[in-house]
T-cell receptor, first 114, second 113 residues
Framework: EPEVTQTPSHQVTQMGQEVILRCVPI?????FYWYRQILGQKVEFLVS????????KSEIFDDQFSVERPDGSNFTLKIRSTKLEDSAMYFC????????????FGDGTRLSIL | AQSVTQLGSHVSVSEGALVLLRCNYS??????LFWYVQYPNQGLQLLLK??????LVKGINGFEAEFKKSETSFHLTKPSAHMSDAAEYFC???????????FGTGTSLTVIP
C-alpha cells in the first residue's frame, strides 16, 4: 500500500537555525498537509496545500513557517529562526482528489531544538 | 468552529473485554468524523470514517463506531480487546467548508493480560 514518507525521522537543531522537514506524499494525492504534535498534547493542524498554493492555515502557521512543493514529489516545511517551543513531532499527510477524504499520515519527524 | 473532546486520556481494559473510547464533537455544520490509531514511534493510521449514510461504521482490526447526531458523539468500540490494540487513539472531525482536521487530545489504551 502506498505510504507517505518523511525524512529525517529525527532532526536536532540549534535555536535560531533554519530547518527543512521533507515529505513525499502518496503519488496520486492532490492535497497535502502539515500537522504538529507537541509532546503530550493534541495533534494540531498547521497548513494545507492544494494546486501549488496554501488552501488553509492555522494561527500557528505564521511568517516563521513556509511550505513548498519544489518538484513533482516532495513537499517541504521550512521553519526559520527556530525556537525552543518549536520542538515537536511534525506529521505530513496527504489525501486524494477531494477534501474531507481520509488523510494518510507519515511516521513523522521529531524536531528537537536545543 | 469545530472541536473534539475525548473523555478519558487513559483507558485500561482486560484482554477479551469490551473497548469503549469516547468522542464528542462540536460542529456548526454536518461533520465528517474519523478515528485514527497511533502506535509508538509511528504515524497516524486510519481506523474508520463517517462521511454520510449509515451511522454505524466498521473499520479495521474489528473496531466500529456509531455516529449519533443527537448526542454529538462518535464513540469507538471493539467487542474483545487484544494485546495488539494497545496504542493511542485519536478522534478527528472535518467539515465540508474546509479540509483541515481537528483532533482530540487522544486516549491511550492499555490492554491488561
Amino acid at each position: 500500500e502506498p505510504e507517505v514518507t518523511q525524512t529525517p525521522s529525527h532532526q536536532v537543531t540549534q535555536m535560531g537555525q533554519e530547518v527543512i522537514l521533507r515529505c513525499v506524499p502518496i503519488s496520486n494525492h492532490l492535497y497535502f498537509y502539515w500537522y504538529r504534535q507537541i509532546l503530550g498534547q493534541k495533534v494540531e493542524f498547521l497548513v494545507s496545500f492544494y494546486n501549488n498554493e496554501i488552501s488553509e492555515k492555522s494561527e500557528i502557521f505564521d511568517d516563521q513557517f513556509s511550505v513548498e512543493r519544489p518538484d513533482g514529489s516532495n513537499f517541504t516545511l521550512k521553519i526559520r529562526s527556530t525556537k525552543l517551543e518549536d520542538s515537536a513531532m511534525y506529521f505530513c499527510a496527504s489525501s486524494p482528489d477531494m477534501p474531507n477524504q481520509p488523510q494518510h499520515f507519515g511516521d513523522g519527524t521529531r524536531l528537537s531544538i536545543l | 468552529a469545530q472541536s473534539v473532546t475525548q473523555l478519558g486520556s487513559h483507558v485500561s481494559v482486560s484482554e477479551g473485554a469490551l473497548v469503549l473510547l469516547r468522542c464528542n464533537y462540536s460542529s456548526s455544520v454536518p461533520p465528517y468524523l474519523f478515528w485514527y490509531v497511533q502506535y509508538p514511534n509511528q504515524g497516524l493510521q486510519l481506523l474508520l470514517k463517517y462521511t454520510t449514510g449509515a451511522t454505524l461504521v466498521k473499520g479495521i482490526n474489528g473496531f466500529e463506531a456509531e455516529f449519533k447526531k443527537s448526542e454529538t458523539s462518535f464513540h469507538l468500540t471493539k467487542p474483545s480487546a487484544h494485546m495488539s490494540d494497545a496504542a493511542e487513539y485519536f478522534c478527528a472531525v472535518s467539515v465540508n467548508t474546509g479540509n483541515q482536521f481537528y483532533f482530540g487530545t487522544g486516549t491511550s489504551l492499555t490492554v491488561i493480560p
